[in-house]
């Protein structure tokens, strides 16, 4: 089976500059670049996160036409709405892989491999019919680039990078067990227990220059 790892963060906001604040007040530094994604109706900004990983704040464009069908990481959820007007929140993240097809065949509950694009750069990810998150979140998006071409590449050193992400889960090993089906051999990802009465979702473990930072 092709290695799968961890290829970026997903911080889903109201709306960019919400997205960007915060992020500036959580890490220091503000995310930038990114573009538009003409298919979703939505656009993002980028920091990077060491060499090989980036953090992407990401909201609907309210100047863009609305898809055509739903868009992706959940956001036409309405309860989603709702919690990203109080403030933005880590909803996902993405995993690369060389084989993007046969990581589905394994979990089809990822949904389609749809083509995309921004600007220049064109990829493939998986995204599920109704546009919904899998496992809150605690299972990734599959992305297939290019050979040889990653959107870290044109980011500036930011001073940051991801250490540690861990998915708060109802059942861990469940979990363990689809991030098994897919191939994913990521160091830098665990799964923990939820508490009780604690809600699922992603805590990023992430070092900056004042210390190791904590982004959900």
């Known amino acids: 089976m092709t290695t799968v790892r961890l290829d970026h963060l997903v911080i889903v906001a109201d709306n960019l500059e919400q997205g960007c604040d915060h992020c500036e007040s959580m ?5 930038e670049g ?24 990401i909201s609907i464009n309210p100047t863009a036409q609305a898809p055509d069908r739903a868009r992706w990481f959940g956001m036409d959820d309405p309860a989603q709405h709702a919690r990203v007007r109080a403030r933005p929140f880590l909803a996902t993240f993405a995993c690369n892989t060389s084989e993007i097809d046969a990581a589905v065949a394994a979990l089809p509950a990822l949904g389609e491999v749809r083509a ?24 990734p998006s599959l992305i297939q680039w290019p050979q040889g071409v ?3 590449r044109g980011l500036p050193v930011s001073g940051r990078e991801l250490l540690k992400l861990e998915a708060r889960h109802a059942d861990p090993e469940r979990l363990l067990n689809q991030w098994r089906q897919l191939g994913i051999t990521d160091a ?28 959900s």
């Open 27 to 31: 890490l220091g530094v503000r995310p």
């Open 34 to 57: 990114g573009g538009e994604h003409q298919r979703m109706g939505t656009h993002n900004r980028l920091l990077r996160l060491g060499d090989d990983c980036y953090l992407e704040v």
């Open 116 to 139: 995309m694009q921004r600007g220049s750069l064109h990829w493939q990810i998986t995204i599920r019919a109704d546009g919904a998150l899998v496992e809150h979140g605690a299972v």
């Open 150 to 152: 990653h959107p870290v």
């Open 188 to 215: 830098r990802l665990s799964a923990v227990q939820a508490g009780a009465g604690e809600d699922p979702g992603l805590i990023a473990h992430i070092s900056t220059p004042t210390g190791v930072k904590i982004i």
